[in-house]
C-alpha cells in the first residue's frame, strides 16, 4: 500500500505542544530525554567541527545544524543489523552508529579516505557524488534479499539527489525486485543554491508514488514523527512489502558547506524564522511543560555537550599524519601492477612525504 499525506506528518508542535497520539510511538519521557541528549551531543560536535575549519583545522565542513531530528529519529528506528548508507551530512546518525567524532572528522582533514570500516557499525562511508549511494544501498539490499536475512538498508540522500538520474534508477529497480530498502530524503530546502522550487515540480514523496514505493512526508524537525513514520516504513519492508521512501521535510540552517555564502541567495530571515522550528528546543520545550525533565538534566547535558566539544577537537588534532603511500593502499583490493607504478613513481618525487 502506498501512503501520499501532502501534510507532513506531525506528532509534537515547534512549540512542544502534543498534536497527536501515535501507538507505533508513543510520546515519553525517556525517549523524550533519549532524543534531546542524542541531538544536543550531535550539534555540539558540528559546531565543534564548524571552530576546527575555521582554525585551518579541517579542509572543508558540511554542518547538519538544524538536521538533527530527522537523523536522530530515523536511525534510532533500526536495529543494528541493519545496514545504513549515508550522505555525507549525516553526523548524528554518523553518532548514533557508535561512530567517534575523530571518526567522522578524518576525511574532512584530510587524513583519510573516509575514517572508518563500514562493517565496524553497519555504516557505509560517505558518498559525496549526489545519489550515487541510492544505487550502492539497492544492490546491498538485492544481496541481503538473496541471503535470506532479515535486516533493511536505510539509504539518506537530500532534496537536490533526487533529481539525479542514479535516484530514478534506484527506486525503480529496488521497487522491481521488492528490495529491502528505505530511501529516507532529508528535504533541507536547498541543494547549495538551488530551491526546492527550481529542483523539482512534484515532491520526491509524490514521484515515488509512480516507482511502486511505499511513502509519506514528515515533519523532520520532530524527532517523535519521525521515528514513528520511520517505524512504518521499516514495518512495510520488513513484512515483505517492498521498498520505501520517506521525506523528512526539515532546513538547512547553515551554509552547504564551509565554503559557501548563502548569503549571495538566501533571502533574508528565512534563517532566524526556520530557527523557530528548532528539533531540540522543540524536544526541551516539551520536557519542560511535562515536567519531565529537572534542571540537573539540563545542566548535566550541556555539560556532556561541552566534554564532547572538547573530546572532538582532542581526536581532530591526534588523528594521525597518513604516508604518501598509504593513498595507495585502499585503491584495490588485490595488489594491481598499475597502481603499484603509480606508488613508486609517487614516493620517488616526494621522498619528504614519505618520512
Ligand atoms: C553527481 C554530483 N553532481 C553534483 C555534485 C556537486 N554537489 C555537491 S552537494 C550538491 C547539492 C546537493 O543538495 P542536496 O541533495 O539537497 O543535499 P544537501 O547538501 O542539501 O544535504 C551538489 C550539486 C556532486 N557532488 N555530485
Ligand atoms: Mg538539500
Request: charge should be negative; hydrophobic fraction near 45%; proline fraction near 5%.
Amino acid at each position: 500500500m502506498t501512503t501520499i499525506s501532502r501534510q507532513p506528518f506531525q506528532l509534537v508542535a515547534p512549540d512542544g505542544a502534543v498534536v497527536a497520539d501515535d501507538d507505533d510511538h508513543p510520546i515519553d519521557p525517556d525517549a523524550a530525554r533519549n532524543y534531546y541528549r542524542a541531538m544536543t551531543l550531535a550539534r555540539a560536535v558540528d559546531d565543534e567541527a564548524t571552530f576546527l575549519q575555521r582554525r585551518g583545522e579541517l579542509g572543508l565542513w558540511l554542518r547538519s545544524l538544524g538536521q538533527e531530528a530527522a537523523q536522530i529519529g530515523s536511525i534510532s528506528a533500526l536495529r543494528a543489523s541493519d545496514y545504513v548508507f549515508p550522505s555525507y551530512r549525516e553526523h548524528a546518525a554518523a553518532l548514533a552508529r557508535g561512530l567517534s567524532p575523530g571518526q567522522i572528522l578524518a576525511q574532512w582533514r584530510g587524513v583519510a579516505h573516509s575514517g572508518w570500516n563500514p562493517a565496524d557499525h553497519n555504516f557505509h562511508i560517505y558518498t559525496l557524488v549526489l545519489a550515487a549511494q541510492l544505487l550502492h544501498a539497492t544492490g546491498y539490499a538485492m544481496g541481503i534479499q538473496r541471503d535470506r536475512a532479515a535486516d533493511v538498508v536505510l539509504a539518506y540522500f537530500g532534496d537536490g539527489a533526487s533529481s539525479e538520474g542514479d535516484a530514478a534508477e534506484a527506486f525503480n529497480i529496488a521497487a522491481v525486485n521488492a528490495a529491502p530498502v528505505l530511501f529516507f530524503c532529508q528535504n533541507n530546502a536547498w541543494a547549495i543554491s538551488t530551491p526546492n522550487d527550481k529542483q523539482f515540480a512534484s515532491p520526491v514523496h509524490v514521484r515515488a508514488q509512480a516507482y511502486g514505493l511505499w511513502s509519506a512526508a514528515v515533519d523532520g524537525n520532530d524527532v517523535f514523527a519521525v521515528r514513528a513514520v520511520t517505524e512504518r516504513a521499516l514495518r512495510h519492508i520488513r513484512s515483505g512489502g517492498g521498498p520505501a521512501l520517506v521525506e523528512a521535510l526539515t532546513y538547512r540552517r547553515a551554509g552547504h558547506s564551509t565554503a559557501d555564502d548563502p548569503s549571495r541567495y538566501r533571502p533574508d530571515g528565512e534563517v532566524s524564522e526556520q530557527a523557530s522550528r528548532d528539533p531540540i528546543d522543540r524536544v526541551e520545550a516539551l520536557l519542560r511543560q511535562r515536567d519531565w525533565a529537572d534542571e540537573t538534566f539540563f545542566v548535566t547535558a550541556a555539560a556532556d555537550a561541552r566534554n564532547a566539544a572538547a573530546s572532538t577537537r582532542e581526536q581532530c588534532l591526534a588523528l594521525p599524519e597518513p604516508s604518501l603511500a598509504a593513498y595507495f593502499d585502499h585503491v584495490l583490493a588485490d595488489a594491481d601492477p598499475d597502481v603499484l607504478r603509480e606508488r613508486a613513481q609517487s614516493l620517488r618525487r616526494h621522498p619528504v612525504a614519505v618520512s
